[in-house]
């Protein structure tokens, strides 16, 4: 798509400080992630008592909790972790409301009175009380918590892509596919689709923070990840066991939460801005 | 050229829009008077800035970061153009009421439309509320709605296009203002209502002598109700003069084209004739005069200086330098 | 492959084809079951139905532009729209070269034959897609144009013919003005070489000039690939210009069918006379006074009995309230929907 990289395209970008700003830390973010863990040379989960609460120095840029473990090591090791289910526990949930919103309002009719029927049931209920119920049943697990947020998150963007779809589908240029004789399936795929789709993406910036947070919560009540793989709602949880004696063991996992939830937030708030086509 | 006897004489108004760094000068040094009890038109395309003229006239852009940058705008003894806020709500509404061309969005949908209207007179005519109710009939009934007080309680919703625009006149009117800014009022009606409200519009200024100015893109609406009518272009006022004169004479290539370019006055079977190439970008407006690019006319005179407005016969004015020349 | 079908181009309005029907409408109804919510579900009276389009017949032939006239609710784009295969009737044929449009396939080779332009050229646009991908795809989509880089000139080719530059192939409309997008609009409707075009108020939304230019383009069009024209409209003097013959709708159906010059010089039916004289003519000397039509348009959910015009009609009498007219021969090749015709003219 040649249109991507048209002179109109980087203008809007330059202008878009949000986006610019998010990618930076993004790219941070990224490179801490993926790239940290091989220049780190402290074990994370190696126990060590003889080095247990050290305040954050030179040797330990965070400290030490009161296992002796590295903290920033820990920190770092977490990230991979919680970006990545924080990822798939967004994304899954992304591709199937999007799918069931397509086709529900495009459809209409029945379809789309049974479908949304549905979204309203799953909808009154809340949804951590939803998360926990099945994580808490079938037991804490990665695979569980991917099901879990699976099960209950899509509504959100089926709602959303919904809207959107019903909005679009009035548009001239759906009405003019339809009498140039294109199947329903091009229609959706290529004239509904993308043009609906902004929203939901903007939103599932939005929701990456949220799930971060909810994952993490998940790991401070205990259904989350285990220990002693290190996860930041789990550090946080410990630090709370020593917080008076080492406040560092709750506040970097702390700080590393807001770090993501800020940079998504911006990235949500620049692609809002920068995906809408100017009409 | 203002007479002691104008209602209003706005003389050398200039109006800018600044979004996104980029100036755009709507209004770029417009003048022209409305006398007493006349219909005045102000015609042109989409993007001529005659909207940007009338809502800088009571400085009313709903938000949008407009100015007036400079210019006189005398009414009654005073320069709005220098008027504090106050002062200005004062007038409109009172001394000019304005209406717009959406009926449908004009009015406020949580409100019955006696509400509407009570909320005018009580504010600028002080009436109570029995009062106020019973003005509020009488000015729909003058305006032609049916069962006027059973409709007092009624909803915007519940009212056709048309009549919303008449409930719209009647709150204009509510405080007898002494000019009715009437802005593409019946561009969005079907033309058997645009005929109903015009006439309205010509009857209500022969009962109470108020001067309108008619914002339209149609001549034909010109040609039917104004008195005398401004032509503009990108910004600035091409030719003025009574409305027969400017029909009978049209004294500016862009009136001609104009005239030209109607079906109705094109044969069957022959071409229509459209003006060439597009309107100016009006952030960056041609040099000179700014119909030389699409001027079957133009000569380097014209790309070099701005012209102004001069009289071609009494009561005509036009800003083409070549009007002698071309015999027009 | 239009204009080697052609027999006759029509070079001047006057001339009209005579080749046999090529869209032929019979007794078309369209309906519309109002929206209602679960309490007025659950009360257990049948839904109210809109008859947005009444019993309506009509036939055009090939190169021909048939003008549809009318005042908004008349139906005139609901027409159009099932013509163009966007709504199904609830009643009524439509027959295409003398067979029902069933025949000619499914819904993908109708569209080879019918195409529609629509009015708001700010939303008929894929906003993300650059012209050459609108036009490529409506060229894919159904086989033409070739491969690749013959596709690529077959688009710019049809830019041309709208009287756009190829070189704007890989802009995005929002570049373009509401006349461009217009053109582009046509372009993709040429592309599959329709015989028929519903132009649904193509012009309505863009400046006077622009109007004249995209006239000129579809008088261009016709005249070169023999295309036939549902033009629908609400600027009379627009319609008169292009078509050779014009009907004129209200409330759902046609009230009067003549000859566009025939429609303009002797209008027949009460409507069709207080719509023209209430045209703003563009002659200050020639200031019509009279009062024109008084009233509202009826609600369509509840039409008059009898006559659909006898609330607003200046002549109307206890028997048009009764009794609902027929659409009879007035002159041949003007029909008109009124029981006193004769008397008022």
Redo the contacts between chains.
């Keep these: 798509m040649m249109a991507w990289l048209s002179p109109d395209t980087r203008a809007r970008f330059r202008r878009n400080r949000s986006l610019q700003v998010g990618l930076i830390l993004l790219v941070v973010l990224l490179a801490i992630t993926f790239g940290g863990p091989l220049l780190l040379t402290t074990d994370p989960i190696a126990v060590d008592f003889g080095q247990a609460l050290l305040p954050p120095s030179a040797s330990n840029w965070f400290g030490t909790d009161d296992l002796g473990r590295d903290v920033f090591t820990r920190v770092v090791t977490a990230a991979q972790i919680d970006l990545q289910i924080a990822i798939m526990c967004v994304l899954l949930p992304f591709l199937i409301g999007t799918a069931v919103g397509l086709v529900s309002g495009y459809i209409g009719g029945k379809t789309d009175i049974v479908l949304m029927r549905l979204v309203d049931i799953l909808w009154a209920f809340p949804f951590y009380v939803l998360v926990i119920a099945i994580v808490g049943s079938l037991g804490p697990s990665i695979a569980n918590m991917y099901l879990a947020f699976t099960l209950v998150a899509w509504i959100s963007f089926a709602r959303i892509v919904r809207g959107e779809v019903l909005l679009i589908k009035r548009m001239e240029y759906v009405q003019a596919a339809k009498v140039l004789g294109y199947s329903h399936l091009r229609i959706i795929l290529r004239h509904v689709l993308p043009n609906a789709i902004t929203p939901a993406i903007v939103f599932m910036m939005a929701d990456v923070v949220l799930t971060i947070l909810a994952v993490t919560s998940l790991g401070f009540l205990g259904l989350g990840i285990q220990p002693p793989t290190p996860e930041w709602g789990v550090m946080i949880a410990e630090g709370r066991n020593f917080i008076f004696d080492g406040w560092w063991g709750s506040l970097f996992p702390g700080l590393a939460i807001v770090y993501v939830g800020v940079t998504f937030a911006l990235l949500g708030d620049g692609l809002d801005d920068f995906l809408r086509p100017k009409a | 050229m203002s007479t002691a006897t104008s209602l209003m004489t706005v003389d050398g108004l200039v109006t800018r829009f600044n979004g996104h760094g980029a100036a755009v000068t709507a209004v770029d040094g417009v003048s022209f008077d409305i006398r007493p009890g006349e219909i005045f038109g102000l015609v042109g395309?989409?993007g001529c800035g005659k909207s940007a003229t009338c809502r800088s006239l009571i400085r009313l852009f709903g938000g949008a970061p407009a100015e007036v940058a400079g210019g006189s705008i005398l009414f009654d003894g005073l320069d709005l153009a220098t008027l504090n806020d106050r002062r200005m709500e004062d007038i409109r509404g009172a001394r000019i009421a304005m209406i717009f061309q959406d009926p449908m969005t004009a009015l406020n949908p949580t409100m019955s439309i006696g509400e509407q209207i009570c909320e005018g007179l009580r504010r600028h005519r002080g009436l109570g509320r029995r009062a106020a109710r019973e003005e509020a009939v009488a000015l729909l009934a003058s305006v032609g709605v049916t069962s006027p007080g059973s409709r007092l309680n009624a909803y915007p919703h519940q009212f056709?296009?048309?009549?919303r625009q008449r409930v719209l006149i009647a709150i204009a009117l509510a405080c007898r203002p002494k000019l009715l800014i009437a802005d593409e009022p019946t561009t969005a009606l079907?033309?058997?209502?645009?005929?109903?409200i015009?006439?309205l519009i010509l009857r209500l200024r022969d009962d109470s002598g108020m001067s309108v100015l008619l914002v339209t893109?149609?001549?034909?609406?010109?040609?039917?109700?104004c008195d005398r009518v401004a032509v503009m272009y990108a910004g600035r006022i091409a030719e003025m003069g009574e409305?027969?004169q400017i029909?009978?004479r049209p004294a500016h290539p862009y009136t001609r084209?104009?005239?030209d370019?109607?079906?109705?006055?094109?044969g069957?079977?022959t071409?229509?004739?459209?003006?060439g190439g597009?309107?100016p970008n009006l952030a960056a407006p041609p040099v000179g005069c700014r119909f030389h690019p699409r001027c079957a006319h133009a000569i380097d005179r014209c790309r070099q200086s701005l012209p102004d407005l001069h009289a071609v016969e009494p009561g005509h004015e036009s800003a083409c330098l070549r009007v002698e020349e071309l015999g027009l | 492959m239009s204009a080697a079908l052609v027999t006759t181009n029509p070079a001047s309005p006057n001339a009209v084809p005579q080749a046999d029907a090529l869209l032929e409408i019979r007794h078309l109804s369209k309906s519309f079951a109002e929206n209602r919510n679960m309490l007025q579900f659950a009360s257990g009276r049948p839904a109210r139905v809109l008859q947005a389009v009444r019993d309506v017949s009509l036939s055009v032939r090939p190169g021909e532009t048939l003008g549809v006239v009318g005042e908004s609710g008349c139906g005139k784009s609901t027409l159009g729209r099932c013509i163009a295969g966007l709504y199904e009737p609830s009643a009524g044929d439509v027959l295409w070269q003398g067979r029902p449009l069933s025949a000619i396939g499914n819904r993908r080779a109708a569209s080879r034959q019918i195409q529609m332009i629509f009015q708001d050229p700010y939303s008929s646009l894929n906003p993300r897609m650059t012209l050459q991908q609108t036009l490529s795809e409506a060229l894919k989509a159904h086989g033409l144009g070739g491969s690749g880089k013959q596709r690529i000139e077959r688009v710019e080719e049809l830019l041309l013919t709208v009287g756009l530059p190829p070189r704007l192939k890989d802009r995005l409309p929002h570049a373009l003005s509401g006349g461009q997008r217009q053109r582009v609009s046509i372009a993709r409707a040429l592309a599959l070489e329709p015989r028929l075009i519903v132009a649904d108020e193509p012009v309505s939304a863009l400046d006077a000039s622009v109007q004249a230019q995209i006239i000129n383009l579809f008088e261009e069009l016709r005249d070169k690939f023999g295309i036939a024209f549902i033009f629908i409209a609400h600027d009379l003097n627009v319609v008169r210009h292009i078509s050779h013959r014009i009907a004129v709708m209200y409330l759902g159906e046609v009230v009067e069918l003549a000859e566009a010059d025939a429609l303009f010089e002797t209008p027949r039916h009460p409507y069709t006379k207080a719509l023209l004289s209430a045209i703003p003519w563009p002659d200050p000397e020639h200031r019509v006074t009279s009062t024109g039509l008084e009233g509202e348009l009826p609600d369509p959910l509840n039409p008059p009995a009898g006559c659909s015009f006898s609330t607003r009609c200046c002549w109307v009498e206890a028997a048009c309230q009764a009794q609902h007219p027929t659409l009879d021969t007035f002159d041949p090749g003007h029909l008109v929907r009124c029981r006193r015709m004769r008397e008022i003219n």
């Design positions: 395309e989409s056709s296009g048309g009549m079907d033309v058997t209502i645009q005929d109903q015009l006439k893109h149609d001549l034909g609406v010109v040609a039917q109700t409305t027969r029909f009978r084209a104009l005239l370019a109607l079906p109705a006055h094109a069957r079977g071409k229509l004739k459209p003006i597009e309107p």
